[in-house]
């Protein structure tokens, strides 16, 4: 008998070096369902949709909370100021020529006076609380997220008469539209001899704004500088002087320049100093749902490893035989990782496909699943917004999918190992 008939230690796992053509086939039969391997199928299944939908909701919701973290800062930012001017010990009676000295300064897009104070608007059939912002028209105008967003109404002439401006959320909950009048009440009115009586006027409404939030559309009240000084008693001075700059995340950057440019001590607030609990809140928020959805993968890699241990041992005489035949230990082991890893990284992509789908489409998702449902989904009234924004990170994205691919080739490496220190003559005198 010859020596062919009987192919040397290794002669397997040599010919085309490490991932031959014959691992591969075998990775892909194995991997096909036969009868009496159905329940380890059954499980290669599920891991395979484990690691998809983890993948896909762990991008959806990243998306979904980034998109929700930029558009809250892009409302709150576009109405609210960067920065906030306040004299220290005395009111603010020279706001003009300050505002005029940090205009002239680089990187301040728009230094505003302002007087502002709480209040409760009514009309004839309901009332709700409101922040009412007296600005002047010059200003008011140069404020994007409210002059580029009116839907009814005008700001022209805004100094001249006593019209006000409010939001459509809150004009839709008083019942009121362009012409109709609003009760504004105030709790700090003139003093009498019982104490003090509150104010109240009513007043015009000249415009109707829509920022896209529902904090601003319902709560807030716009009215010309001079008649909010007179309604507030403040004639003469401002609350606070308002600065919009060039690049709110360098705050700091100008602080020096403002305050020599105040001419007097001031306290400096910024926006993060302003929102820092509530952006906090949102970060920590957005960790643990990244930690938690995190689990649905590590899950479905678990399921990998449980998968292909019962396929080892359900494979047990052929891989002995493969071994006899010259089949190295590298090339068992390479088999049953090629064999796992299909699994996930399969998984993975769909699921990177699944989500850049659901995430690019969530605003008409959310409007379908409202309509079939008959019922608001994300009502803005709890989550400000009137939309459901998405932004994809690109840096997000790699990371989702750089876990999962690592996941789930680790996840293979314990069953391949075992296979691959399995002994064929143990194996096979057990058979």
């Known amino acids: 008998m010859t020596q062919a008939a009987f192919p040397t230690p290794g002669r397997i796992g040599t010919p085309g070096g490490p991932l031959a053509p014959f691992e591969w086939m075998l990775a892909w039969r194995y991997l096909r369902a036969r009868r009496r391997e159905g329940f380890i199928s059954v499980i290669a299944i599920f891991s395979f949709l484990g690691i998809m939908l983890g993948v896909m909701t762990l991008i959806v919701v990243m998306s979904v909370m980034g998109g929700f973290r930029k558009e809250l800062i892009g409302k709150i ?51 709700t609380g409101a922040m009412v912002r007296g600005l002047r028209e010059g200003d008011i105008k140069r404020f994007a997220a409210i002059a580029n967003n009116i839907r009814e109404g005008t700001l022209d002439g805004f100094d001249e008469g006593q019209g006000i401006a409010i939001g459509k959320r809150m004009a839709g909950y008083l019942n009121v539209g362009i012409g109709d009048r609003v009760r504004l009440l105030s709790p700090k009115g003139p003093s009498t001899p019982f104490g003090s009586a509150p104010r109240q006027k009513a007043y015009e409404v000249a415009a109707i704004f829509e920022v896209g939030m529902s904090e601003f ?56 100093f302003r929102n820092n609990t509530f952006f906090g809140a949102l970060e920590v928020e957005r960790n643990v749902m990244f930690l938690i959805l995190t689990m649905i993968v590590l899950v479905a890699a678990f399921n990998i490893i449980s998968g292909l241990t019962m396929l080892v041992k359900d494979k047990t005489r052929g891989i002995a035989i493969l071994r006899t035949m010259g089949a190295t230990r590298g090339a068992i082991l390479r088999i049953f990782i090629i064999t796992g890893a299909a699994i996930g990284v399969t998984g993975t992509l769909l699921g990177l496909a699944g989500g850049l789908i659901v995430a690019e489409n969530a605003e008409t998702l959310r409007k379908f699943f409202s309509w079939l449902f008959s019922r608001p989904l994300f009502p803005p009234e709890l989550y400000f917004l009137s939309r459901l924004p998405a932004v994809v990170d690109p840096r997000e994205v790699s990371l989702i999918v750089g876990m999962s691919l690592v996941l789930s080739l680790v996840a293979t490496i314990y069953p391949a190992w075992k296979a691959a220190r399995l002994d064929p003559v143990e194996a096979l005198r057990a058979e």
Do not use: C
């Not at 300050?98 to 301040?108: C, E, H, S, T, Y």
């Not at 716009?222 to 060039?246: H, K, N, R, T, W």
């Open 217 to 272: 559309d319902s709560g807030f009240v716009f009215m010309p500088f001079g008649e909010a000084q007179l309604y507030f008693d403040m004639e003469g001075q401002a609350s606070v002087l308002e600065l919009f700059i060039e690049h709110p995340d360098k705050v700091d950057a100008l602080t020096q320049a403002l305050q020599e440019a105040a001419l007097a001590p001031v306290a400096l607030t910024d926006w993060r």
């Open 77 to 127: 930012l576009g109405v609210n100021g960067h920065i906030f001017v306040q004299p220290l010990g005395q009111p603010l009676t020279d706001y003009a020529a300050m505002a005029d000295r940090m205009n002239a300064l680089k990187g301040v897009k728009l230094a505003a006076p302002l007087v502002e104070g709480q209040v409760l608007a009514a009309s004839g059939t309901a009332s």
